[in-house]
């Protein structure tokens, strides 16, 4: 099965900026949509950023005009760009593929597994 390789989460200051990177371990039949979630403790997973094969996007609130997510279709690779960065983004965040591993293969999830990112006031 493919894998999602994430990196770039780690410790920040308050107003600070990280970039995260997602890639695929191989290229799949076909992507639907790319995304990175958050999880902190205690908490439920959120949705942090999303974006279609059609380029189209989408944030909550409590990141837009903060975040931004972007992706290369060719390397099957989503960026999120997080600058602004406050102690409530502290969190764990995930990468999330949903496509076709195959183009015999049903639709699915695929998830990574995580990278911290860090704020500290």
């Known amino acids: 099965q493919v894998q999602l390789v994430e990196s770039g989460g780690g410790l920040v200051q308050a107003g600070g900026s990280l970039r995260l990177s997602c890639a695929a371990s191989?290229?799949?039949?076909?992507?639907?949509?790319m995304g990175w979630y958050r999880q902190a403790p205690g908490k439920q997973r959120e949705l942090v950023a999303a974006i279609t094969s059609g380029g189209s996007t989408n944030y909550p609130d409590s990141v837009k005009g903060r975040f931004t997510i972007s992706r290369d279709n060719a390397e099957n690779t989503v960026y999120l760009q997080m600058n602004s960065l406050k102690p409530e983004d502290t969190a764990v965040y995930y990468c999330n593929v949903r496509a076709k591993e195959w183009h015999w293969s049903p639709e699915d999830d695929y998830w990574g597994q995580g990278t911290q990112v860090t704020v500290s006031s």
């Open positions: 191989r290229i799949m039949f076909s992507i639907r949509a």
